[in-house]
């Protein structure tokens, strides 16, 4: 998956930063990226600019793009957020306007935002909606590590602050090549089971998986391929790390767009 991937509605088009050599898919291509040579920022913190380009009113649909804009320094351009926020807890002071997968448009739209920012085509609806009404709508689909990173950028230049950004992801990949160096102590590699929701149980979202490997974990049940919609059996047994896993319960693999 590519910038090219993402879905981008009602909002002036603007250039894509280069990509890092030897970026692909997988913790393999996650692990170059990473390793990569670079300047790494080893002080964290927001990064501030005087620019003050860009959406002066933004809701944020979900709460990465939210936690990312505080760290980015430009959470003064926030006027609303998702009630699953959570970081920084000084986020959920502002109007909570939406759940994951439903939204009020209507308090949307009595906030006067010059841009919402969404994720992937669960919440297609709810651009679908805003975009009638007339609101410009940035839809964002990372699934990887490196695209991750790629929305932060992203992100950073659409608020005008593309140096922070480059500083941010720069320490981001730094913590993660401390990481990748610590782990690769470990004298073996358990196998790890991560359950994102329970019913129906889903797991595999690939920047899990990827962040479970740089740890030196194996991710996902054996036997359950990468990249597909599949049900298996899961039992306790299949992994000697697991979040909430259960009995006699199926198991759905979250597609994985290439």
């Not at 670079?38 to 005087?50: E, I, L, M, Q, Y």
């Not at 599949?230 to 979040?243: A, I, L, V």
Request: hydrophobic fraction near 40%; proline fraction near 5%; charged fraction near 25%.
């Amino acid at each position: 998956m590519t910038l090219a991937n993402q879905a981008v509605l009602r909002i002036p088009a603007f250039s894509k930063g280069a990509r890092p050599a030897g970026h692909g898919t997988g913790p393999g291509a996650a692990l170059r990226a990473i390793m990569q040579e670079g300047a790494f920022d080893s002080v964290g913190g927001a990064v501030k600019t005087n620019d003050t380009r860009g959406p002066e009113r933004i809701v944020c649909l979900t709460e990465e793009t939210t936690e990312t804009l505080y760290l980015l320094g430009e959470e003064r351009r926030i006027v609303g957020v998702s009630g699953f926020t959570c970081r920084p807890k000084e986020a959920r002071l502002k109007p909570k306007v939406s759940a994951f997968t439903s939204a009020k448009i209507d308090k949307i739209v009595e906030l006067r935002p010059d841009l919402v920012i969404g994720f992937s085509d669960l919440q297609a609806k709810i651009a679908h909606d805003l975009i009638q009404a007339g609101v410009n709508v940035l839809v964002f689909n990372q699934r990887s590590v490196e695209e991750i990173f790629e929305m932060m950028l992203m992100l950073a230049r659409v608020v005008g602050a593309e140096t922070a950004g480059l500083v941010l992801v720069g320490r981001l990949r730094g913590e993660l090549a401390r990481i990748v160096k610590s782990a690769s102590r470990f004298p073996r590699r358990p196998q790890v089971f991560f359950e994102e929701w329970n019913e129906p149980l889903i797991s595999g979202i690939r920047w899990v998986d990827e962040l479970i490997e740089l740890g030196r974990g194996t991710a996902g049940v054996s036997g359950t391929p990468r990249g597909t919609f599949r049900q298996e059996s899961h039992r306790r047994s299949g992994s000697s790390s697991h979040s909430q896993s259960r009995n006699d319960h199926r198991l759905m693999v979250r597609p994985q767009s290439e």
